[in-house]
């Protein structure tokens, strides 16, 4: 006889306005399952989550939790009901430690009534440590880099101890290291009996580490299986209604007479050792590594945002000084950044404003922007990039994470850059959304871009890129070329030289 279900929901029905987000969802968690929810960005995951942790209720159906009726009207209540959620977009206060994000509300105090604070760091010490995760409790959370907080975000949920647990997109921003941290959490608190709602577009993970897979298509329920009844193509047809072949474009090899575009020699940052590097015109050079080995300092020194300290930069054979993010592009630099919420978006601003953004600079007259051009080149790049929004003056921050990601890339449409520096540019964002993004980035080199990438995504580097550096504390440790593409190799180089010092590779 199978055991009761820990949460069950039948016929569940969202709508905001006119627009009807899930329809008629039904589905069932058991006590120790890890449930992989799989979907397009839009599909109706997130609003479903946020409606089983309380942010908002439902329009009708039923939901039950250990065999009772279950309507939280907050978070709070979900909570004190044993459901927690972490999500993708973290919300961490970035003048508080690590550890007071962590016990925000509930920190330990001494008699007085104030906080102790050595009880509380060395709380979220013992556990940071359960979860595996290399945090200091004393960090600030605005030094924190969008990994680090989303273990914040995570740590917070898992502190509970919940008897379901939600995951919206926990590995995003993470490295395959941290992320297979994340995974064995969810594991443990499946084998004391708890349960796991895990989203996530990787798909790859989902078939790792589900027991069960459902997937939304457009608010409707298109496949529920159990492990092994699963696997990558069976759920890509079930949110996409087709088989995605050929993620990855055809691209011709980048030849040595192709001229070098851009070169980096001996460049030194805050956060980078001296490296070197150079991409031809239309290449793609990618870096590798696990988090927080440079990647993150690499791409603000590419866009201007923090310049190299010394070196030499040089685009097109001519010396540059990426002295300010205005400065790079006005050379011809672009650059799409991981944290979309903090440094890519406006979110209070409409998707065409974003869109607009440096795109249509040069068809200004008088200072003043054409609102019809700019309304045919964002209702344009709403369609080629599938964001799916009630129109374009919807405000970005009303979208899905997904959905926000896609409106990044139409700003360097109009006007074609010679160099693009892309950081995570699929972090949180579907497959079908992704397989856009990288015909872009083929058509893109077709013209001649170059193309730096910045990712932890190893399939992702190893579909796009001509050649692969590997960065570990800062430094260039090695270099690969497309014969040699290997996961393999690219993590033994990653886990750090085995002899003393580091190779600084020329791409």
């Known amino acids: ?66 065999g009772a009726s279950y309507r939280p009207d907050s978070p709070k209540a979900a909570r004190e009901r044993g459901v927690a959620l972490a999500l993708q977009e973290t919300s961490i206060l970035p003048d508080l430690t690590a550890a007071e994000n962590v016990f925000f509300g509930s920190e330990p105090r001494n008699r007085l009534g104030f906080i102790d604070q050595g009880a509380l760091h060395r709380a979220a010490a013992a556990l940071f440590f359960d979860l595996g995760f290399a945090l200091q409790p004393d960090r600030l959370g605005g030094s924190l880099s969008a990994a680090e907080r989303q273990m914040v975000e995570i740590a917070k949920a898992a502190r509970l101890d919940p008897k379901l647990l939600i995951l919206d997109e926990p590995t995003a921003s993470l490295s395959a290291h ?13 084998v004391r009996g708890g349960a796991v709602i895990f989203i996530s577009h990787r798909l790859d993970e989902v078939v790792a580490a589900g027991d069960r897979a459902v997937v939304l298509k457009d608010g409707v329920l298109t496949l529920d299986a159990v492990r092994g009844d699963f696997d990558r193509d069976a759920l890509v047809r079930a949110m996409v209604g087709r088989t995605l072949t050929d993620i ?31 991409v031809r015109a239309g290449g793609v050079l990618g870096f590798a590594g696990l988090e927080g080995q440079g990647q993150r300092p690499l791409a603000r020194a590419l866009s201007g945002i923090t310049a190299f300290k010394s070196g030499t930069v040089s685009l097109d054979g001519q010396s540059l000084a990426l002295s300010s993010p205005a400065a790079a592009i006005g050379a011809g630099m672009a650059s799409i950044p991981d944290d979309r919420k903090h440094e890519g978006l406006a979110l209070d601003l409409p998707i065409k404003m974003n869109m607009s953004l440096f795109a249509l600079s040069r068809q200004t007259q008088w200072g003043v922007l054409p609102l019809r051009a700019e309304r045919e080149f964002a209702e344009a790049a709403r369609e080629r990039f599938m964001i799916r929004s009630t129109d374009i003056d919807q405000n970005v921050g009303q979208l899905s994470g997904g959905n926000q990601q896609k409106v990044v890339f139409p700003r360097w449409l109009a006007n074609t850059p010679k160099v693009l520096v892309l950081y995570e ?4 964002v579907d497959v079908g959304a992704k397989t856009e993004i990288y015909k872009l980035v083929g058509e893109l080199t077709d013209q001649g871009v170059s193309v730096i990438l910045i990712s932890a995504d190893m399939l992702e580097l190893i579909g796009l890129c001509d050649r692969i550096n590997v960065l570990y504390e800062g430094a260039i440790v090695g270099g690969l070329g497309h014969s040699e593409f290997a996961k393999e190799e690219i993590m033994r180089l990653a886990a750090g030289p085995v002899g003393e010092g580091a190779l600084h590779v020329l791409a």
């Open 178 to 190: 941290e992320a297979n941290l994340v995974l064995a959490v969810m594991r443990r608190l499946t």
């Open 425 to 428: 540019p699929t972090k949180g």
């Open 1 to 66: 006889m199978a055991s009761p279900a820990l949460l069950s929901l039948t016929g569940v029905s969202k709508s905001f306005g006119a627009n009807k987000v899930l329809k008629g969802v039904s589905l069932s968690v058991q006590p120790g399952e890890v449930l992989c929810l799989v979907g397009e960005n839009g599909a109706g995951k997130s609003t479903l989550m946020h409606i089983i942790a309380g942010t908002f209720s439902g329009n009708s159906g039923e939901i039950m939790l250990d």
């Open 248 to 278: 990855f474009p055809a691209r011709p090899a980048v030849v040595e007479t192709n001229p070098i575009r851009f070169r980096v020699e001996d460049g030194q940052a805050k956060g980078l050792k001296p490296i070197s590097f150079f």
